[in-house]
T-cell receptor, first 116, second 112 residues
Framework: GAGVSQSPRYKVAKRGQDVALRCDPI?????LFWYQQALGQGPEFLTY????????KSGLPSDRFFAERPEGSVSTLKIQRTQQEDSAVYLC??????????????FGPGTRLTVT | SQQGEEDPQALSIQEGENATMNCSYK?????LQWYRQNSGRGLVHLIL?????REKHSGRLRVTLDTSKKSSSLLITASRAADTASYFC????????????FGQGTTLQVKP
């Protein structure tokens, strides 16, 4: 019974580089969420998938951020032309139920991105 | 943007004492959840309380919800050193996708 896994755990990027962060949700979980957590703050919602459909991307901070989940399981969060303000921990969470608002989310350990 | 505030921002107590954390939120909710985060790790779900519930218990945890005041509290009884972590409340709105809106968190230190 593996939990949510994320890779890499740590990523250092030079400003202007593109990065790709991977999330492997719990098998069978329909819902997948990405959050961004700045140091000392609570996580902030980025985007949500139900299976392969991206139903909410209202939290993505700019058009440099792009997420996909093409086969309804693994998801990738891509950040183009990284900026220093993108430095944060990126958390992925998955949830079992289609009736999303009733169920807890299971979080991965996060990817800590540092942009230098 | 963050949903609301948590109070206190930091709390330090002795092992065996009770710890109370408060959370306020701004919009109508479907449910409110509490999560724990140990340093450098992901979040772990602790307890969920629905908008039509007023109190819920799980082991040493007691959560209350006052929708008229848009506030919740988490009580940890008989604290242990292993309870040292950051605690976040998170709300799920009535008409959204199930995304969690988090507070800023309370950092709890339990001294042995």
């Amino acid at each position: 019974g593996a939990g949510v896994s994320q890779s890499p755990r740590y990523k250092v990027a030079k400003r202007g580089q593109d990065v790709a962060l991977r999330c492997d949700p719990i098998s069978g979980h329909v819902s997948l969420f990405w959050y961004q957590q700045a140091l000392g703050q609570g996580p902030e919602f980025l985007t949500y998938f139900q299976n392969e459909a991206q139903l909410d991307k209202s939290g993505l901070p700019s058009d440099r951020f792009f997420a996909e989940r093409p086969e309804g399981s693994v998801s990738t969060l891509k950040i183009q032309r990284t900026q220093q303000e993108d430095s944060a921990v990126y958390l992925c969470a998955s949830s079992l139920a289609l009736e999303r608002s009733s169920y807890e989310q299971y979080f991965g350990p996060g990817t800590r991105l540092t942009v230098t | 943007s963050q949903q609301g505030e948590e109070d206190p921002q930091a709390l330090s107590i002795q092992e065996g004492e009770n710890a109370t954390m408060n959370c306020s939120y701004k919009t109508s909710i479907n449910n409110l959840q509490w999560y724990r985060q140990n340093s450098g790790r992901g979040l772990v779900h602790l307890i969920l309380i629905r908008s039509n519930e007023r109190e819920k218990h799980s082991g040493r945890l007691r959560v209350t919800l006052d929708t008229s005041k848009k506030s919740s509290s988490l009580l940890i009884t008989a604290s242990r050193a292993a309870d040292t972590a950051s605690y976040f409340c998170a709300t799920v709105g009535s008409s959204n996708t199930g995304k969690l809106i988090f507070g800023q968190g309370t950092t709890l230190q339990v001294k042995p």
